[in-house]
């Protein structure tokens, strides 16, 4: 469970802030002529209704009324940031529609770099978003759009090092940890030569993920402790580091520690209210009960982790956990259960692509549902598969 656990974890380029003041560097103008500049409260209570209209209202309203003032769409910005960690479909929809009004539409009567940085912003809102739902490829679009548009702000480093972070995120997904390893220090001497603590501490928890996933386990331990323990962290980094550092102990047969370590990230997410990392943790917790062969308890926690995949949109997800229990309850000699979840699962896998085409256990899971009869061979090679390309 501990690649998704990464994912969760470094889903926004910002902490629970709506923004970091690196993002800002210089004031806006306000664009309503002949009215005060809207106070922070303010905009936040007009982005709030903006979000909240329908697609009629917002034909007839947004432009004039909401999407013309650089004060509400940087608030738009912050709450679609929070809206990436507990609804990323619905932050990456949001994101692309903004970022094409911003493009097309944003008149700029301000004096510096506004569409510049909002294009930017919303083409980093939705690549990140993106990469939540496991579609790279549109993960590496909005991503080139984001780096294209920052360019040409007044002042670039920070927003082009938050892309740079993001593409390396990237890249450990593709499992391509030695070039995580080599590239990913000098992004994090920008964020520390800028000030912005919360991206530099997302570093070091991805350098930490990147040393787990090679097998250098003493060296991420080590990282991951110090991350998780460490005073006035971001509580979000500082849940994920436990969760990673709990699934390590799992792996080594030390399920009380594990369990432990379970409990102690959990009130770290939820003050951060990262439904993905909850959903993720409760996917770790089943991984470790099932090792402990408390296989009742571990199906519980399967399953509800797979809803809140499903609530959240992560159809992926939801069907890789769908494996993953229908594979435990094989074990338990719950076959027809098993097949149960083996069909709901197969559409999902064949629409979203997960697998390459010609994946013959695919064939021979297809085939084993229609003679009532799992495989557990397939079922495996296709879990590990999904494993660990998720």
Known sequence: MSRMTFRAACSSTTSDAPMPETARILQFPSRRVGTSPLTREEARKAANSYLNLGPEARVEKSRSTYLDDADILLAICGLLWERSNTCPADAASEASFLYGWVVEHFSLVGLFDEQEFFAGEFGLLAGVSFRLLGRREETERWLDRAEASFRHTVSPAAHLARVSY???????????????????????????????????????????????????IGEAAERLHAIGSAAQADPAIQGMALVNLGDLRSSEGRFDVALGLYRDALPFLKTARRLVALADLKAALGETLRRMGQYASALEAY??????????GMAARTAYLQVVVAETLLETGRTAEAELEIRAALPTIEREKMVPEGFAAIAILNESVRQRKANPKALGELRQYLQSKN
């Open 166 to 216: 993001a593409r390396l995120t990237l890249k450990y997904d593709m499992r391509r940890h030695e070039d995580v390893l080599e590239l990913l220090p000098s992004t994090a001497r920008t964020f520390e030569k800028l000030g912005m603590d919360a991206e530099l501490s997302k570093c070091r928890f991805l350098e930490a993920m990147s040393l787990k996933e090679l097998g250098r």
């Open 303 to 312: 399953r509800e982790s797979a809803r809140d995949y499903l609530t959240l």
